[in-house]
């Protein structure tokens, strides 16, 4: 097939997910409004662009960024800082925050992300949450959904500080876990014991829907800037959202006891972190978009790919299950071939941090490791799957996507 079949076959598959492509529109708009009227009632000004330095006493930007979170998310506190190098920071961070010597907590969604097995000690690691003695156990979800009669065993068996929930799928082959499944299980478990914490991993999610965790009754919900609040435009960092108390012992973990939220030098981030939560709903709906048009194009060259193109999406991520390793590094390949920095790169698996499995990994992208530019990685084991995430434009996204099967068919 050649580049010009190649295109006729993309342009055919897009004029048959335009349902699917308003759908993404209309919630689009919704989180624009959203996020504009919390900009409004902030009362966001060219001031907030302001920058700090060393302790970052008084930064009036980076306290209305918190406070604009605190509005989107509905949540009663917000902590937006630069500081954090990654999600996966920001969820030790709320671990070691939260949970003391002793506590036992329940992830109830499966084994999570590979990069928090040596944080919780599932990897042996001498700063791990287990090696504070502090506990942890496992329920996997039963046909993509919690499994709710272990939930309740385990609840009136042993008490339990905290529940995870990562709702994003990460390195597996289950289905993200959509809002709706979320507050269900919320409700159960709330009906049970109204205390636990309940903790979410949103990283991938948000805005894909125009409702996030803590307005299903979540306690606090933990996110990365360079996936889809950053909108490419925030070069690092993460979020905490949530009730005050929480979020504050999060801070306090940070930083320092005693000073928490209120410090914490800004250096220039305000106005892309800013800039970044303004653009998202629209780089967000690009990545889904994409995504859409993957999954319908690669299933009509045959590879088993979830989502399928109509389903109800809950994250940016899209699986394209290849069953051999070669054709899982060429998809990363065409992906890198595709992209706007480093497209002379030549992506191979390797070895890195925090996983156990070689890595196949294609991010051209202005930022280090953002996700929410087009990018697509997987592990290097059965039955080898691309994770691909992103697009900041549609068009730069569908350009990355031509050169991924002229690298499939024709390299």
């Known amino acids: 097939m050649n580049r010009d079949e190649i295109i006729k076959l993309i342009n055919d598959c897009e004029k048959n997910v335009e349902n699917e492509f308003n759908n993404v529109d209309k919630i689009c708009e919704i989180n624009t409004f959203k996020i504009l009227d919390a900009f409004k009632k902030s009362k966001v000004s060219e001031i907030h662009f302001n920058s700090t330095t060393g302790y970052g006493y008084n930064d009036i930007g980076r306290d209305v960024i918190e406070e604009v979170y605190s509005s989107v998310f509905k949540s009663e506190s917000a902590l937006v800082r630069n500081q954090f190098i990654s999600g996966s920071h920001a969820l030790t961070v709320a671990f070691f925050g939260i949970l003391r010597p002793g506590d036992t907590f329940l992830c109830i969604s499966g084994t999570p992300y590979d990069t928090l097995h040596e944080v919780i000690g599932?990897?042996?690691?001498?700063?791990?949450?287990?090696?504070?003695?502090?506990?942890?156990?496992?329920?996997?979800?039963?046909?993509?959904?919690?499994?709710?009669?272990?939930?309740?065993?385990?609840?009136?068996?042993?008490?339990?500080?905290?529940?995870?929930?990562?709702?994003?799928?990460?390195?597996?082959?289950?289905?993200?876990?959509?809002?709706?499944?979320?507050?269900?299980?919320?409700?159960?478990?709330?009906?049970?014991?109204?205390?636990?914490?309940?903790?979410?991993?949103?990283?991938?999610?948000?805005l894909t829907t125009n409702i996030e965790p803590i307005e299903v009754g979540a306690d606090i919900a933990v996110g990365s800037l360079i996936k889809n609040l950053g909108a490419g435009i925030a070069s690092n960092g993460a979020y905490i959202v949530g009730k005050k108390e929480l979020v504050e012992l999060c801070a306090e973990r940070l930083t320092l006891p005693g000073e928490g939220m209120e410090v914490g030098p800004s250096l220039g981030a305000n106005k892309d972190i800013l800039k970044g939560l303004f653009f998202a709903p629209s780089v967000v709906a690009s990545s889904l978009k994409i995504a859409i048009l993957t999954s319908k194009v690669m299933e009509k060259l045959g590879y088993d790919v979830e989502p399928k193109y109509n389903d109800k999406r809950c994250d940016i991520v899209q699986n394209i299950i290849f069953n051999n390793e070669q054709d899982l590094i060429k998809y990363c390949q065409g992906i890198q071939s595709g992209s706007p920095i480093d497209s002379n790169a030549l992506p191979i698996p390797t070895d890195m941090p925090g996983y156990t499995d070689k890595i196949i990994m294609a991010s051209g992208s202005f930022t280090q490791g953002s996700s929410i530019e087009i990018s697509c990685d997987g592990p290097i084991r059965v039955p080898y799957i691309a994770y691909q995430q992103g697009g900041l434009t549609y068009e730069s996204g569908k350009y990355a996507l031509i050169e991924v099967v002229d690298y499939l068919l024709n390299k």
Do not use: A, P, W
Not at 128 to 156: R, W
């Open 122 to 206: 599932l990897t042996e690691n001498k700063s791990s949450l287990k090696s504070f003695n502090i506990n942890y156990e496992q329920i996997d979800l039963i046909n993509d959904d919690f499994d709710y009669t272990k939930i309740e065993e385990y609840i009136k068996m042993k008490k339990y500080k905290l529940i995870h929930i990562q709702r994003s799928k990460g390195y597996s082959l289950r289905k993200s876990i959509t809002i709706e499944k979320l507050k269900k299980v919320i409700e159960f478990i709330k009906s049970i014991d109204k205390d636990i914490i309940i903790m979410i991993d949103n990283c991938y999610c948000e």
